[in-house]
């Protein structure tokens, strides 16, 4: 059986901050069926993720487009790789079978065809939560929170800890695990409403609206007057050096994601290398996909606190494949509240 | 006894690059004797060190003046403290006699007159070695370069080190502890002379005059095809920046010091921060002073090589306290080849 496929797609290269006419919707006739043996699958998508690195594939030049598979470059007309949640309705491959519920790498599109030997899926077990959950907090969102506070930052009880974008898809999470491990944490976001988000609903000691700051430094000198001692960084640039200023001795910064600079090449965050010498600072960039060996460990620490409540997890769900290009500019000004992604279908 | 003691000072806190005009020699009569259970000591200085570090206590200002014993302020008139080794002429203290050896911090003086509960001091065993040997390899330089190779940047054989101002005083051990453990190691310095010496005559398997080069990203590009693993970085600025866009996947910076931005606070490093996440580099800043707990192992490592050899020491010696100033206005400009000191005394 042939269906036409609808996927989002880009026109050019992006260049500078994204705009809606970078995008368009494209068509395109799929076969949904699969060769027993090939180990080919066609999916039809049901959730999909939006996330801020992925201007990194479709920017016109990245220092770093050679170096990591994160950021090899996806060219106009092309499929958009994108994780996500989608039923099986064609399988070659013996794992899956019609109508299972699939989560991996899939795409900005309503089906997607995963041919070859090797593509990064598996079957899910919804432990009876929605499939949003398994988009974000059960997903890279989570994993990068848990391994990036625990792995790269190793907080002790009662360190203080600062997290920007906090009211993104990994800050909101990263500032939940550090209190409920026991420590103090301050977040930075870019409105009001999210600043009561953070110390209301998602139990942050501070938060402010760093728009409203005109000297980060001495903000953060404000909220934490006995220093940071670990910093999670989402944003990079100017925070990111009012972050170095402001750390302990023995401070850690780590580094998840850049945002303020991913789609200004000139925005660079100049650190006072001074201090992370005499500090003995120590920045570490990762990347959840390092630490799948500790999901187990990650998914157990978290399972529960979602299902009593302890935890709230922020989800911004978008519906259609042709809220997806709004949905992605929308990263690149803080509209998102919460993990970002779009519902593509209910079955 | 009252002897006169002639120190060097500051006339006036240093404002960018130093001067000899920022310099003083100053006299004042001081007690050679030490109440008995006082634990004061007088000491015959003998040899000092001549560290860049030292100007980040002698400047007008820095943020980091306020975080750390390395970079307390020193004012004008007073004395300024050195690592280095000494005689005692008189002791309250039961652990020091008269004519014992003696290394630690004293200061820019003729004479170190230490008094208090705790300083930082020890008898020496000289080994065998020239005293200059305890101001250089067997102290800090000889700690911060092993420390920094082996605990911060952790390599492994065959991983290829790059390590700036090559021939500078810790720089030139790195590149020979690196090369003995079986790594790649290209150093940079500023004169054809100092890069000869690398080559011919420490074993680097090769360097370049940073000063002969427009593009250091190119540069770097060229000298590692296959990219650095380990920076080992003395300098910041663009070397740091130029380092960062050419190293591998988990690749280690050890940042030891940031010599081109002491003198002056409008240089910063901007490193890629997309680059630090996607390759997942780690950035730790750190003094050899928090290593003193492997000293011994350090010095087991590091002592049969300089016996047989193996390893070249590189000391710059002046002699005479009057040339302590330039000997440290030498430091910023690359005047020193290996270890700086001056010998004060012969006895």
Chains 1, 2 share one sequence.
């Not at 500078?16 to 068509?27: L, N, Q, T, V, Y």
């Not at 190793?154 to 800050?171: D, L, M, R, T, Y």
Request: aromatic share 10%; glycine share 8%.
């Amino acid at each position: 059986m042939e269906v036409m496929n609808r996927y989002v797609t880009i026109k050019t290269q992006i260049n500078g901050d994204p705009k809606e006419s970078d995008f368009e919707i494209k068509c395109s006739s799929i076969v949904v069926s699969a060769q027993p043996g090939s180990n080919d699958v066609v999916l039809r998508n049901l959730y999909v993720s939006i996330d801020p690195y992925q201007i990194n594939r479709l920017k016109t030049h990245s220092s770093s487009q050679n170096t990591s598979s994160y950021a090899t470059a996806i060219l106009p007309g092309e499929v958009i790789d994108a994780y996500g949640v989608a039923k099986v309705v064609a399988s070659g491959n013996p794992e899956f079978e019609k109508d299972d519920l699939v989560v991996g790498m899939i795409n900005w599109g309503e089906y997607s065809v995963l041919k070859g030997e090797t593509y990064m899926l598996r079957k899910l077990d919804t432990m009876g939560f929605p499939l949003s959950h398994h988009v974000g907090i059960f997903a890279f969102s989570g994993l990068t929170a848990y391994a990036g506070l625990f792995e790269v930052g190793k907080p002790k009880k009662g360190e203080k800890v600062f997290v920007s974008a906090a009211a993104g898809s990994i800050g909101h999470l990263v500032g939940q695990y550090a209190k409920q491990f026991g420590c103090y944490v301050v977040g930075c976001a870019g409105s009001k409403e999210k600043v009561e988000l953070l110390k209301e609903k998602l139990g942050f000691d501070d938060a402010f609206n760093y728009k409203d700051e005109s000297d980060l430094k001495s903000t953060l000198k404000k909220y934490f007057p006995n220093g940071i001692d670990i910093y999670f960084d989402n944003v990079g640039a100017e925070m990111l050096e009012a972050a170095v200023a402001n750390m302990n001795t023995f401070g850690r910064i780590a580094a998840c994601g850049v945002i303020s600079e991913y789609t200004d090449t000139n925005k660079r965050a100049a650190p006072n290398m001074l201090d992370i010498v005499y500090k003995r600072i120590m920045m570490r960039g990762f990347l959840a996909a390092d630490f799948l060996n500790i999901y187990p460990e990650f998914l157990s620490a978290t399972v529960d606190h979602i299902r009593t409540g302890v935890f709230q997890t922020l989800e911004d769900i978008s519906i259609g494949l042709e809220s997806i290009p709004q949905a992605f500019l929308g990263l690149f000004h803080g509209s998102n509240v919460g993990k970002k992604m779009v519902k593509l279908s209910d079955d």
